[in-house]
């Protein structure tokens, strides 16, 4: 049983760092087993609702009360509608404990959240790198910008992000594809800015869009993004980046990739006599049989919470409290992207310009607090994300909703409107942290993990912060009615929780090397957000490709020099 169970790497998940995995590892000639929990999802064939009109959903794209009743959790996610909630996990189906309010959006199917992620991507700066030592706030990271630059690199060119060469240390250019277009009120909003502050740009967001394929990209069947903003439906076109169009069916033509779908990781199995991870221990969804899957090396990419729980779970007599975790940190320093501002306003003149498709990004006002020191009274800052638009006319106001006018009226152009968020940077804090109830198990036998992440007092002073700015910013501009929104949000619903096992130089507050690689237990290696240090104010999602990849390589030269065997 176990030699037809052998394979030279096991990969934890097939989303967007999985996927990665996956493909690097086969690539170089390794015989590789992907474990994911969910579903298998096929590219294109498995995307059911891609080409439907609002018309043909039978509620017009809108959740019935029972369902959203039956998920109170998943249904708070913005992509989570008629349309894309098979690509979601429902919130019954993995029960958790809420310590303090934490919500985790899940989606358990081949190719993970890679299918309704948001694909924006920003490179981390330099500044990021450095921060937590120099401001104090977390451990050192084990890396800086040059180590990874040229991964970020490799992986945008098989991604395909579009973006501009702006020059902003802040947030470094990369390898990109043509932007696309702002519109003609955010171009003004952009001059106003930069002629009005020294140390703020606004810059047309990036994103793992194809505007204009390269030959990489046609070569994985992809083709350019038709700017239809039906993303979390699945693209048959490819015209984003996923797991399901790109990595995964490039690994799949080498022939050295066995994905297996329906396969729930209990843990990471280690052999205290050969004093080395050996395997993986998995329950089968549709037999409920567990299984054992055996490798030379194991990369844990199941998202952040999940990876955690697995680690927590991975106990042997050489670790009691999981796997590689001596220090007893592991679980510890969750932190997440603060979501809790924005503002909204209006916007005169224009009115004979408007704009074409539906871009599938917005412009970007990088970080300008706290970048390269310590200047303001919270620590870290926060991106600024906004768009201009225009809707229908006031119709909608009219007390009489019938007849041609009323038609005509809603076929008639509104002025224009502005919406403006943050992305703001949290601090990994000790007492937030995921661990594992003693008591209730999950219907695989598996302990439901606990959740006690919350927000903290530099939260609101990061947010009040953006408020002030962002007003200021918008007034300058010649915005109107500018109105301050706080979310009220739980920690999670930015789907961008990150932390647990982090990187570190030192064994006794990290869990992993510079290489992601497990201190105590060198032939696994962690890559997805459980690996951060800390959140910068940037998407994650291209830095955990980048890390996976750097990961993949210096694994795989391990191995040859016979090191992890």
């Known amino acids: 049983m176990k030699k037809n169970n052998y394979f030279d790497a096991i990969v934890i998940g097939s989303g967007i760092s999985g996927g990665w995995a996956a493909k690097e590892f086969c690539e170089k000639g390794l015989k590789t087993l992907v474990l994911e929990r969910g579903r298998d999802v096929k590219h294109i064939k498995d995307y059911p609702t891609a080409y439907m009109d609002p018309w043909q959903l039978e509620h017009t794209n809108q959740l019935p009360l029972k369902e959203r009743e039956k998920n109170p959790i998943a249904s708070k996610c913005y992509a989570y509608k008629e349309d894309a909630k098979h690509f979601f996990t429902s919130d019954d189906e ?37 921060g937590p030592a120099r401001d104090g706030f977390a451990v050192d990271w084990p890396i800086r910008y040059a180590d990874i630059a040229p991964w970020y690199s490799y992986v945008e060119k098989f991604v395909g992000i579009s973006g501009n060469l702006d020059g902003i240390d802040a947030m470094p250019d990369g390898d990109f594809l043509p932007a696309w277009e702002m519109n003609q009120v ?32 046609i070569d994985q069947g992809r083709t350019s993004c038709q700017a239809r903003n039906l993303c979390q439906r699945g693209c048959p076109f490819g015209g984003y980046f996923s797991s399901n169009a790109s990595t995964l069916p490039w690994a799949q033509k080498t022939g050295n990739l066995t994905l297996r779908p329906h396969s729930v990781v209990d843990s990471v199995i280690y052999d205290d006599q050969l004093g080395k991870a050996v395997g993986v221990r998995v329950i089968d969804s549709e037999t409920n049989k567990s299984l054992e ?17 697995i680690l927590l779970n991975s106990t042997s007599k050489r670790f009691p409290q999981g796997i590689g975790n001596d220090s007893g940190i592991l679980g510890k320093y969750i932190a997440f992207h603060n ?30 607090r706290n970048v390269a020191r310590q200047e303001m009274d919270f620590l870290r800052g926060y991106a600024s994300f906004f768009g201009a638009h225009r809707g229908r006319s006031s119709a909608v106001e009219l007390e009489d909703q019938v007849g041609g006018a009323f038609k005509d009226e809603l076929c008639t152009l509104g002025g224009w409107k502005i919406g403006m968020m943050m992305q703001g940077e949290t601090i990994p804090q ?3 942290h995921i661990r594992l109830s003693l008591d209730k198990k999950d219907k695989y036998g598996i302990p439901q993990v606990i959740t006690a992440i919350a927000y903290a007092e530099n939260d609101f002073k990061s947010r009040d912060d953006f408020f002030q700015q962002g007003a200021e910013m918008l007034e300058a501009c010649g915005a109107k009615d500018i109105l301050t929104h706080d979310s009220g949000q739980n920690p999670g619903l930015d789907i961008h929780e990150m932390g647990g096992a982090r990187m570190g130089l030192n064994p006794k507050t990290s869990i992993l090397n510079k290489w992601n690689q497990m201190h105590q237990c060198p032939n696994v290696f962690v890559t997805d957000g459980a690996s951060m240090v800390s959140t910068g104010t940037q998407n994650p999602s291209l830095t955990y490709m980048a890390l996976t990849a750097r990961a993949v390589n210096y694994a795989v030269e391990q191995m040859k020099k016979g090191i992890i065997e």
Do not use: M
């Open 293 to 309: 899957f055996y490798a030379k090396v194991i990369f844990v990419n199941a998202s952040t919470i999940a990876t955690n729980q």
């Open 339 to 368: 979501y809790l501002g924005s503002l909204s306003a209006t916007f005169e003149g224009f009115e004979d310009s408007y704009y074409y498709g539906r871009r599938p990004t917005q412009p970007i006002i990088p970080n300008f």
């Open 94 to 130: 993995q029960p958790y404990i809420q310590e303090k309010p934490f919500d985790w959006i899940r989606g358990y199917q081949v190719g993970g959240k890679s299918l309704t992620w948001a694909k924006q991507t920003q490179r981390w700066s330099a500044y990021d790198f450095e």
């Open 430 to 432: 000790e007492k937030n």
């Open 186 to 217: 955010e171009l003004e909003i952009q001059r106003n800015i930069q002629n009005k502050y020294s140390d703020r740009y606004v810059i047309a967001g990036r994103c793992a869009h194809l505007t204009k394929p390269k030959q990489i990209h």
